[in-house]
């Protein structure tokens, strides 16, 4: 379970609104002086992110709570989102690469560079199914677990 601190900011229409801020692992590793990331993260600095919750607890706005997500669900999202678009990419890249030497296309590049537009758009489109598919599943939404000085009830995220 990962867990992080963040604000009740709404509820509207029983759905709750909290915010929290990004945090950047940069400065903890010993490169963090000659680092491009950590610099352009101290020039950024970070940024505050709004999101729906489940809320188990009925935490109000103004509380101060915990919201937890299961790493499983954070995982398969973060695959979905970075890998999925490149791994299109690249399958239709190698295709448009045998359908040149098959059929002795003389301008493989183009063939392959249009190919490779092609299935970054087509995943980047699978990637949109998949965000529509998740949005109203449970195991995707950050919970509220406590509310900061209060002592919540067991929770159960299965």
């Given amino acids: 379970m990962i867990t992080e601190k963040a604000i009740v900011v709404a509820i509207k229409n029983n759905e709750t609104w909290i915010e929290t801020q990004r945090q950047s ?3 903890q590793c010993s490169a ?3 680092c491009g990331t950590s610099v352009l993260s101290k020039v950024l600095g970070n940024k505050l992110s709004k999101m729906k919750a489940i809320n188990p607890i009925h935490a109000r ?4 709570v915990t ?4 790493e499983s669900s954070l995982l398969k999202g973060a695959f979905m989102t970075y890998l999925l678009p490149l791994l299109f990419l690249f399958i239709f890249a190698f295709f448009a690469q045998f359908i040149s030497a098959t059929f002795s296309v003389e301008n493989v590049e183009l063939v392959t560079i249009i190919f ?6 087509l995943g980047l489109q699978k990637l949109k199914s998949f965000s529509k598919s998740i949005s109203g599943d449970e195991r995707f939404q950050p919970v509220i677990i406590n509310i900061s000085g209060k002592i919540s009830p067991a929770i159960n995220f299965n």
């Fill in 116 to 121: 490779s537009i092609l299935g970054f758009y």
């Fill in 61 to 64: 706005v103004g509380d101060e």
């Fill in 32 to 34: 963090n002086k000659g």
């Fill in 25 to 27: 692992a940069c400065g």
């Fill in 67 to 70: 919201v937890a997500l299961n």
